[in-house]
């Protein structure tokens, strides 16, 4: 069996509003990433899959359940500080505007080079500069960028700094939270490629989220799908494609647009029916590693 590197356990996180308003971002939700594994995460805006990923990151602390991460649960307060310094090492997050939170004083080679110094790494390829122009060839840039300053960037260029940065780490666990919604497409399949890439040859543990199933066939060995809090279906790709369960999953595949535009017009869409979601249903195992969120007497 393969080693379990992340095991998110009836995780749960209640966003309070006001003394009488709250929001259940994320309902009882659990799932295990083996090590070496890309595992997609996906659901429209609003599921939850952000507050999964920020949890999963210590950004949140969960209302309740607990994350074990290499058997560490990193939820509780003594143990995250005991293991602290491993934990900010080995795991890296992506977001969607990581760009806007880079440090607009320092150059993109300070940038790249900062979380290296932080954990005292020695540059494999030595310097941190030789390190910077290396992880920047790789998000599809070239070394006239390191004395470059944030402001002088494009958005989409920023945001490759911010996954050159996160990947020089060497990142056992990669959390990438739509990490390519606001590039060009083009760049996006560079960057898919790129993870692809870092997966297969360096061994990255992946967790991606998406918005939409149209990249996580290519790139995912498992997918989650998650709907205002819960996690509806889990099931390896292919099976999850090739033979989708909850009423949910179905819109959300035929939500991928075909290439052709007269196809694309032509299809049918399945629309999901708001008001038939049942949340509490019980996460049934239908068939080996296929779970789908179902009713109990629907058998
Ligand atoms: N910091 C926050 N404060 C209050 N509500 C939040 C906060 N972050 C997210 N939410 C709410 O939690 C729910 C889940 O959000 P999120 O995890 O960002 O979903 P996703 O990433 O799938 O779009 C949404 O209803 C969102 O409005
Ligand atoms: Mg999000």
Redesign the pocket.
């Known amino acids: 069996m393969s080693e379990i590197l992340l095991d998110v356990q009836h995780l749960s996180h209640m ?1 309070r ?1 006001s003394k009488h308003a709250a ?1 259940q ?2 309902d009882d939700v659990s799932f295990q990433i083996k090590k070496g594994e890309i595992f997609g995460l996906v ?12 949890c999963i990151m210590n950004v949140f602390k969960p209302t309740a359940g607990k994350i074990l991460y290499h058997g560490i649960n990193v939820c509780d307060p003594k143990e995250f500080r005991r293991n602290h310094k491993m934990l900010e090492a080995t795991r890296q997050i992506i977001f969607q505007d990581s760009a806007s939170s880079l440090n607009r004083r320092m150059t993109v080679a300070d940038i790249i080079a900062e979380p290296m110094q932080i954990h005292r790494i020695k540059p494999p390829r030595g310097s941190y500069r030789a390190e910077g122009a290396f992880q920047l060839y790789y998000v599809g840039m070239d070394d006239s960028y390191l004395d470059k300053y944030p402001a002088e960037l494009s958005g989409g260029q920023r945001q490759r700094v911010a996954i050159a940065r996160a990947l020089s780490m060497e990142p056992e666990l990669l959390v990438a ?2 990490p390519v919604a606001s590039l060009d497409v083009s760049i996006q399949a560079q960057i898919i490629n790129l993870f692809k890439h870092c997966n297969r040859d360096h061994g990255h543990t992946i967790l991606f ?1 998406a ?1 939409d199933l149209s990249m996580v066939e290519y790139l995912c060995d498992r997918v989650g799908v ?1 709907y205002r ?1 819960k996690l509806v279906e889990l099931a390896p790709t292919g099976e999850l494609y090739a033979n989708p369960q909850h009423p949910y999953t179905r819109a959300l595949l035929s939500a991928i647009p075909i290439p052709d535009p007269i196809a694309e017009r032509n299809r049918p869409k399945t629309e999901f029916d708001e008001l038939s979601f049942d949340k509490d249903g019980v996460f049934t195992e239908m068939a080996p590693g296929h779970f789908v969120l179902r009713k109990e007497n629907n058998r």
């Open positions: 966003f509003l929001i971002a994320v659901g429209e805006s609003g599921s939850g899959k952000s507050t999964v990923a920020r939270d739509e989220i918005h998650m809090g």
